[in-house]
């Protein structure tokens, strides 16, 4: 499995505490290989969410191992997987989660800032030009659509060259033209750069452009299927 662009081996992961503590991922066990689309489905409840986290290390599991891009999460402590995380993996969330207060620019450049890099600025103004937003820089999210932010959202989560993209939802909040268009800019970031995309959706017809999809049900994976 240390080929696998990411590797979850016997993953169990529960959340909250005492009397609310739920049992959310159980013994899950999963291989994505390098350049692959895959589509994580299933109801409402069943973990989709939970599982995307837990491969991009947001979440760790109580039990099991995730490895992702040849390094053992659980090996990691919380600082030196929050720079792995910066490095080598893209997360896009479906509400954008965008600095308010900081221009899209600057937003884009947030994480390679972060990562004490100097040429943030100018990395951040061509991966804006690559998603289309070049006439948007210094625009805030408040006065940008749904669709340009999340296009900002996309540009920061590639601007480090990611090997792997997770992408939660990320048309759930857009309407269908620009849904497709959010769509369509993933899936040619995946082809252009080589990158892994993994995505949460409830959309079958966004799932089924995927090579792969992953269908969980309470926590469990239930079937899997190639699309491609």
């Given at each position: 499995?240390q080929d696998?662009?990411?590797?979850?081996?016997?993953v169990?992961?529960?959340?909250?505490?005492g009397a609310a503590?739920?049992?959310?991922?159980?013994?899950?066990?999963?291989?994505i290989?390098?350049?692959?689309?895959?589509?994580l489905v299933?109801p409402?409840?069943?973990g989709?969410?939970?599982?995307?986290?837990?491969?991009?290390?947001?979440?760790?599991?109580d039990?099991?191992r995730v490895?992702?891009?040849?390094?053992?999460?659980?090996?990691?402590?919380?600082?030196?997987?929050?720079?792995f995380?910066?490095?080598r993996?893209?997360i896009?969330?479906?509400?954008f989660?965008?600095?308010p207060?900081m221009?899209?620019?600057?937003n884009?450049?947030?994480?390679?800032?972060?990562?004490?890099e100097?040429d943030?600025?100018?990395?951040a103004?061509?991966?804006m030009?690559?998603?289309g937003?070049?006439?948007r820089?210094?625009?805030?999210?408040?006065?940008?659509s749904g669709g340009?932010?999340?296009?900002?959202?996309i540009a920061?989560?590639?601007?480090?060259?990611p090997?792997?993209?997770?992408?939660?939802?990320?048309t759930?909040n857009?309407?269908?033209?620009?849904?497709?268009?959010?769509v369509?800019?993933?899936?040619?970031?995946?082809?252009d750069?080589?990158?892994?995309l993994v995505l949460?959706t409830?959309?079958?017809?966004?799932?089924?452009?995927c090579?792969r999809?992953?269908r969980l049900r309470?926590?469990?994976?239930?079937a899997?299927?190639?699309?491609?």
């Amino acid at each position: 499995m240390q080929d696998k662009a990411i590797a979850l081996q016997d993953v169990d992961l529960s959340l909250g505490r005492g009397a609310a503590r739920v049992h959310i991922l159980k013994g899950v066990s999963l291989g994505i290989d390098r350049g692959e689309a895959v589509g994580l489905v299933g109801p409402s409840g069943s973990g989709k969410s939970t599982l995307l986290m837990t491969m991009a290390g947001l979440e760790r599991p109580d039990s099991g191992r995730v490895i992702v891009d040849g390094t053992d999460l659980s090996g990691l402590d919380e600082d030196a997987l929050a720079r792995f995380r910066g490095r080598r993996i893209g997360i896009v969330f479906q509400s954008f989660h965008l600095v308010p207060t900081m221009t899209a620019l600057e937003n884009v450049a947030l994480p390679l800032e972060l990562a004490g890099e100097d040429d943030a600025f100018d990395r951040a103004e061509a991966e804006m030009q690559a998603v289309g937003l070049g006439h948007r820089l210094h625009h805030y999210p408040a006065q940008l659509s749904g669709g340009e932010q999340q296009r900002v959202a996309i540009a920061r989560a590639i601007v480090p060259n990611p090997a792997i993209l997770v992408a939660d939802e990320p048309t759930g909040n857009l309407d269908e033209n620009t849904g497709q268009s959010i769509v369509d800019l993933l899936f040619a970031l995946k082809r252009d750069r080589g990158a892994t995309l993994v995505l949460v959706t409830h959309d079958l017809a966004l799932a089924r452009l995927c090579d792969r999809t992953v269908r969980l049900r309470s926590g469990r994976i239930e079937a899997e299927a190639v699309t491609a």
